[in-house]
């Protein structure tokens, strides 16, 4: 049977550690690293997240501040509260909670938060930073820094002489997930829903790494004996067993099966979706770092 990695331990080590930062700039500066957390409308999902953000940022000890627009919010009032915040010397990260209601242009706001407030990753100028792997000067997306995080407890800072197979090409997790994995030395394979004979592609992988948004997709002989398996998949199925209507999470990787075969997996819940608010709150820390012109912590 494999090793369940355990994502809430990870996490709440990468908590701690930037619970301390944060105590320490503050102690040296009298600044406390502020995340501004924007949503717009009432999707409950969104807000339940914005929720868990909201609570994390204040155990970091951080100023936590949310703005909560409605519905019928224009794009040029969410604008000028973008504006507004990179322009706050007290607001080190910004995040615009997405899915964003469909009557605005999402990718306008995102790009226009400055990249050094950029805590989610998603600036252009950041991810051509990663493109060009260069790790140390931008912000890291989170949940492919909190998988690269994950990966790198099970197998060192080195990968040296390992196939990594990634499933999935988004903007949001696969590609930066791909180059993280090949800034790290491993031999990187992208998978996508054109890739052919894609059990076959994943057999070869050391690392595979599931980021699609089908349930239980990958079977027990997709898995090479003895890979770490990353699932970072999020859906909602029916769970009869529970109850009628009831419902549970699953990830993209059939679990049971799977960890017959593999030497580590990430478990769903509990495997990769902690360490992206853990990550969230490190780019925090490490951008208001960068503000004060200190060195940055590493987590
Ligand atoms: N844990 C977290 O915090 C976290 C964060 C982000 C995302 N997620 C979850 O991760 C999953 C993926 O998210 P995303 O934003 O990357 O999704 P996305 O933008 O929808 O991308 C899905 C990717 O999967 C590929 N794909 C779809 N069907 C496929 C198939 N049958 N075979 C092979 N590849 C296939 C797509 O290929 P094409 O490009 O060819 O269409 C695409 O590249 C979702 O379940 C999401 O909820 C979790």
């Not at 930062?21 to 040296?28: D, H, N």
């Not at 999902?45 to 519905?71: D, R, W």
């Amino acid at each position: 049977m494999a090793f369940v990695i355990d994502g809430k331990e990870a996490a709440a080590s990468v908590i701690s550690a930037v619970t301390e930062a944060s105590v320490s700039l503050e102690g040296k500066t009298g600044i406390k690293p502020g995340l501004a957390v924007v949503i717009v409308g009432e999707d409950p999902a969104s807000h339940a997240y914005v929720n868990s953000k909201g609570k994390m940022a204040k155990q970091c000890g951080f100023n936590s501040i949310q703005h909560t627009l409605p519905e019928e919010t224009t794009q040029e009032e969410l604008q000028a509260l973008v504006d507004t915040l990179n322009a706050d010397p007290a607001v080190h990260g910004i995040l615009v909670q997405l899915p964003l209601p469909k009557h605005f242009d999402s990718d306008a706001i995102i790009q226009s938060i400055l990249p050094e407030k950029d805590v989610d990753g998603l600036n252009i100028a950041n991810a051509g930073k990663i493109a060009t792997g260069d790790l140390d000067t931008g912000l890291i997306s989170c949940t492919p820094a909190g998988s690269m995080l994950l990966v790198k407890r099970v197998h060192g800072e080195d990968l040296s002489g390992l196939n990594a197979v990634v499933i999935g090409r988004s903007n949001l997790f696969g590609k930066p997930m791909g180059l993280l994995l090949l800034a790290a030395n491993a031999t990187v394979t992208m998978a996508h829903s054109r890739t052919k004979d894609l059990a076959s592609v994943c057999r070869n992988a050391d690392i595979l790494v599931a980021a699609v948004g089908r349930a239980e997709m990958v079977k027990r002989d997709w898995v090479k004996p003895d890979a770490t398996v990353i699932d970072v998949g999020i859906n909602r199925v029916p769970a009869p067993e529970k109850g009628e209507g009831k419902t549970k999470l699953v990830g993209d990787v059939a679990f049971a099966e799977a960890s017959e075969v593999a030497a580590s997996i990430t478990p769903v819940p509990g495997g990769v979706g902690p360490m992206t608010i853990a990550m969230l709150m490190a780019n925090t820390v490490i951008a208001a770092h960068r503000a004060c012109s200190l060195p940055v912590p590493k987590f």
